[in-house]
RNA sequence: GGAGAGGUGGCCGAGCGGCUUAAGGCAACGGUUUGCUAAACCGUCGUAGGGGCUCUACCUCUACCGGGGGUUCGAAUCCCCCCCUCUCCGCCA
C-alpha cells in the first residue's frame, strides 16, 4: 500500500501513476474524499470522548470524596453522549473499511508508483529488452520440445502425474528427478556463497501473511486453499520470506537482510486454460528458489540490480542463452516499482520465456506488513525485492532442449556433474 | 484430542472497576563526575491517528495491556468467543 499521506500531499504524482498503469486515476480522488470525510469524524469523535474522559474522571472523584457534585446528572449525560458517540463510531467505521480495509478499501487497490527509469507503455509490447548472454543453439535435427525429450528419456511421465494429482502437475523419475534436486541445491550453492542466507520456511501461509505480502484478498483464486483452515499453500517463498519480521521495528544495522529459500510453490492457474497446456513450464507445483531482501531505501535499486546478476549467474553458470527485459508500466506487478524479467531460451518454441522476474516493492510491501527500521531515531520503512533465482522446473526444461541431441540423450552442463553423482548425460536406460 | 497455568512497553515485572497520566527494575541514549574504565547521580526513554500553530520546533487530544465483541458514566482489571505459549496426559513422523 501507498502512504496515504503521500496521496494527500501529491495526488497528481499517483494519478499519473494509475494513468500509466492503465489503472484508474479516479481512485484517487474517491480515496481522499473518504479520508477528508474521516477525519472530520475522527476531530468530533475525539472531541466526545475527551469530554467523557473528563466527566468519568470527575464522576470518580466525587465517589471517593474528593469532589463535590451530583453523580446521577453527570452519569445521565454521558449516557447520552456515549450514544452520540456510538452512532459516530459506526459511521466512522463505515467509511474507514471504504478506505483501508485490506479485503477491498480504495487505499488498497491502488498499485505501486512505478519508478522514474521504467518505460512507459499500455502492455508487455512497451518492455524494453536490457541484455541478451550467449548464443542460441543451432541443430542439425528436428528439435523436441523438453516433454518430449523427458518422455523419451523415460523419465518423465505426465501421464502418470495425471492419474496421482491432475492435469498441470509433473512426475520425475530417476536422473531426471535427480537432476531438479541437482539445479536446486547449485543455485542455493551459489546465493549462500552470494551473500544470501537460506531459509527453508513453512510451505503453508496464514491469511495475515498472505494479506500483508498482497495476495489476498486479490489474488485469491490463484491461491490453493486448505480446506476447513484458514491456510494456503504459498504460491512462492516471497511470501513467507517477506513477512518473516513483519510488524516488528528493526535495527538498521539489520539491513540489508538478503535470504533465498527453495521451496515448493502451489498455483491454481485459474484463467491460464489453454496456455502452455504442453510440457511442464505451467503446473500447478513447482519448486523454486527465491531470492528475497530487505534493504535500505537508498540502495534498493542498487540492490535491484545486483539481484538480477545473481538470477543471471545461474543461467551463466549452466551455459543457457536468455535476456533480460525491464517490464513497461502496463506490465508491471500490483506491488512493483520496477521489475526486471529474465526469460531462457525455449528451442522449440523459438522464443525466450520467463524464467525469473526480479522487483523492487520499495516501502509498498513493508508498509502493509508494517515492518521497520529504526534509524538515528527516526522510524522508516525498508524496501523489499523479491527475485526468482531461478524457478527450477522451468530450468530443468531449458537444459532438457538446449542440450538434446540427435539420438535422444540429452548432455548436462558441467556444473551439475558433481551435483548428478559424476553423471554427464541423460540416457535413455 | 483431554486437563491445568499463562499472554502487560525492547526485556523483566506490579497492577485485578476510578488515587495509572501502566509502578518499579534492566537495557538503551544524553549529561554531570572521572587520569582511563567502572560505579554513582540527573535527565530522556512505546506505537499510531488527529487537531492547533509563528510548521524539522512547540502545544494538545484520541486510541492501543494477545485478537474480537459485551457490561459500565468509567475496563489492563468483570463477562463471552477466538488465537498463541508453557506443563502434564494421549496420539504420532
Given at each position: 500500500m501507498l502512504d496515504l499521506k503521500v496521496i494527500r500531499n501529491t495526488p497528481d504524482v499517483v494519478r499519473k501513476a494509475l494513468a500509466d498503469r492503465q489503472?484508474?486515476?479516479?481512485?484517487?480522488?474517491?480515496?481522499?474524499?473518504?479520508?477528508?470525510?474521516?477525519?472530520?469524524?475522527?476531530?468530533?469523535?475525539?472531541?466526545l470522548r475527551e469530554e467523557r474522559n473528563r466527566a468519568s474522571k470527575t464522576i470518580g472523584a466525587i465517589k471517593t470524596?474528593?469532589?463535590?457534585?451530583?453523580?446521577?446528572?453527570?452519569?445521565?449525560?454521558?449516557?447520552?453522549?456515549?450514544?452520540?458517540?456510538?452512532?459516530?463510531?459506526?459511521?466512522?467505521?463505515?467509511?474507514?473499511?471504504?478506505?483501508?480495509?485490506?479485503?477491498?478499501?480504495?487505499?488498497?487497490?491502488?498499485?505501486?508508483?512505478?519508478?522514474?527509469?521504467?518505460?512507459?507503455?499500455?502492455?508487455?509490447?512497451?518492455?524494453?529488452?536490457?541484455?541478451?548472454?550467449?548464443?542460441?543453439?543451432?541443430?542439425?535435427?528436428?528439435?523436441?520440445?523438453?516433454?518430449?525429450?523427458?518422455e523419451g528419456l523415460g523419465m518423465l511421465d505426465l501421464a502418470r502425474a495425471t492419474k496421482l494429482a491432475g492435469a498441470r502437475f509433473v512426475l520425475q523419475i530417476g536422473p531426471l528427478a535427480r537432476l531438479e534436486r541437482a539445479l536446486y541445491n547449485l543455485m542455493l550453492d551459489l546465493h549462500t556463497q552470494h551473500g544470501y542466507t537460506e531459509v527453508m520456511p513453512p510451505a503453508i501461509a496464514n491469511e495475515e501473511t498472505l494479506t500483508a505480502n498482497g495476495n489476498l484478498p486479490k489474488f485469491k483464486d490463484q491461491l490453493f486453499k486448505l480446506e476447513e483452515w484458514p491456510y494456503y499453500l504459498i504460491?512462492?517463498?516471497?511470501?513467507?520470506?517477506?513477512?518473516?519480521?513483519?510488524?516488528?521495528?528493526?535495527?538498521a544495522a539489520e539491513l540489508p537482510m538478503r535470504m533465498t529459500a527453495f521451496t515448493p510453490c502451489f498455483r491454481s492457474e485459474a484463467g491460464a486454460a489453454g496456455r502452455d497446456t504442453k510440457g511442464i513450464i505451467r503446473v500447478h507445483q513447482f519448486d523454486k528458489v527465491e531470492?528475497?531482501?530487505?534493504?535500505?531505501?537508498?540502495?534498493?535499486?542498487?540492490?535491484?540490480?545486483?539481484?538480477?546478476?545473481?538470477?543471471?549467474?545461474?543461467?551463466?553458470?549452466?551455459?543457457?542463452?536468455?535476456?533480460?527485459?525491464?517490464?513497461?508500466?502496463?506490465?508491471?506487478?500490483?506491488?512493483?516499482?520496477?521489475?526486471?524479467?529474465?526469460?531462457?531460451?525455449?528451442?522449440?518454441?523459438?522464443?525466450?520465456?520467463?524464467?525469473?522476474s526480479c522487483s523492487n516493492c520499495t516501502d509498498f510491501q513493508a508498509r502493509r506488513g508494517?515492518?521497520?527500521?529504526?534509524?538515528?531515531?527516526?522510524?522508516?520503512?525498508?524496501?523489499?525485492?523479491?527475485?526468482?533465482?531461478?524457478?527450477?522446473?522451468?530450468?530443468?526444461?531449458?537444459?532438457l532442449e538446449n542440450y538434446q541431441r540427435e539420438d535422444g540423450s540429452v548432455a548436462l552442463p558441467e556444473a551439475l556433474h558433481p551435483y548428478m553423482g559424476g553423471l554427464t548425460e541423460l540416457r535413455r536406460a
Open positions: 489503472d484508474d486515476p479516479g481512485k484517487v480522488d474517491r480515496l481522499l474524499a473518504l479520508d477528508s470525510e474521516f477525519r472530520q469524524l475522527q476531530v468530533r469523535i475525539d472531541g470524596g474528593k469532589a463535590e457534585g451530583d453523580v446521577a446528572v453527570l452519569q445521565e449525560d454521558m449516557r447520552k453522549l456515549g450514544d452520540e458517540l456510538k452512532t459516530l463510531e459506526e459511521r466512522q467505521k463505515e467509511i474507514e473499511l471504504e478506505r483501508m480495509d485490506p479485503a477491498g478499501g480504495v487505499l488498497f487497490t491502488i498499485p505501486n508508483i512505478p519508478h522514474e527509469t521504467v518505460p512507459v507503455g499500455p502492455d508487455e509490447s512497451a518492455n524494453v529488452e536490457v541484455r541478451r548472454w550467449g548464443t542460441v543453439p543451432t541443430f542439425s535435427f528436428g528439435v523436441h520440445s523438453h516433454d518430449e525429450v523427458g504460491p512462492t517463498a516471497e511470501v513467507p520470506l517477506t513477512n518473516i519480521r513483519r510488524g516488528e521495528i528493526l535495527d531470492l528475497v531482501k530487505v534493504v535500505h531505501p537508498d540502495s534498493s535499486y542498487d540492490e535491484l540490480e545486483s539481484m538480477v546478476n545473481d538470477a543471471e549467474r545461474i543461467l551463466q553458470t549452466l551455459g543457457l542463452p536468455y535476456r533480460v527485459v525491464a517490464l513497461s508500466t502496463g506490465d508491471l506487478g500490483f506491488n512493483a516499482a520496477k521489475t526486471y524479467d529474465i526469460e531462457v531460451w525455449f528451442p522449440s518454441q523459438n522464443k525466450y520465456r520467463e524464467i525469473s508494517q515492518t521497520r527500521f529504526r534509524e538515528d531515531g527516526q522510524i522508516r520503512f525498508p524496501h523489499t525485492l523479491n527475485g526468482s533465482g531461478l524457478a527450477v522446473g522451468r530450468c530443468l526444461a531449458a537444459i
